[in-house]
């Protein structure tokens, strides 16, 4: 195998959400061996075994065509994926993280949802040019602490975000727009 120097930044390529193992598809080609990789080892490291997964995309990750099996659209950083509590996440959604797979992945956490009669709250943040993932500009200090970098949260700021909040759970879903994130 030729080196591959990023699997180092490994939440780049998989993330935990719940307690269970978030496989990404990586938007550059030179990276998709890497979630491969991950995925191998989830299924064969005996530290590993039993660890649930999330299920999101057209193909298992483990199909040695999955890279071209799913849609060309079809990209989700770990690095866009941020879970503040059990019951809320935030996805950045941007050149690297499409909102076809953030659609794919919400519709399996509210069926997780639905089967464990409870509701996840879910925003989705349009990140501007140039941020390549959420956790550049947003990050968990502490169990009820976050830094962020302000011009993208400050509603109308410099690079400001569009931020649609919805809840999942077993009732319809109502997603509603505002102009910044503590808005």
Not at 51 to 62: E, N
Not at 70 to 77: C, G, M, N, W
Not at 130 to 156: K, Q, R, W
Request: charged share 15%; glycine share 8%.
């Amino acid at each position: 195998l030729t080196p591959v120097p990023n699997m180092m930044l490994m939440n780049d390529i998989g993330t935990v959400v719940d307690g269970k193992l978030l496989l990404i598809r990586v938007a550059a080609s030179g990276r998709e061996r890497e979630p491969l990789l991950l995925e191998f080892v989830h299924r064969h490291h005996p530290l590993l075994q039993g660890v649930p997964s999330w299920t999101w995309a057209d193909a298992r990750v483990t199909d040695p065509s999955w890279p071209f099996a799913a849609s060309p659209l079809l990209h989700l950083e770990g690095g866009n994926v941020v879970q503040i509590r059990a019951d809320l996440v935030v996805l950045g959604v941007n050149g690297r993280t499409s909102m076809e797979s953030v659609q794919r992945v919400a519709d399996s956490w509210r069926e997780y949802a639905i089967a464990q009669g409870r509701k996840i709250t879910l925003y989705i943040l349009r990140l501007p040019a140039g941020f390549n993932h959420l956790d550049s500009v947003m990050g968990l200090i502490g169990p009820t602490e976050c830094v962020v970098y302000p011009p993208v949260f400050e509603a109308y700021g410099p690079a400001s975000v569009d931020v649609v909040r919805v809840e999942l759970g077993s009732f319809p879903m109502q997603p509603t727009v505002s102009a910044g994130f503590f808005s």
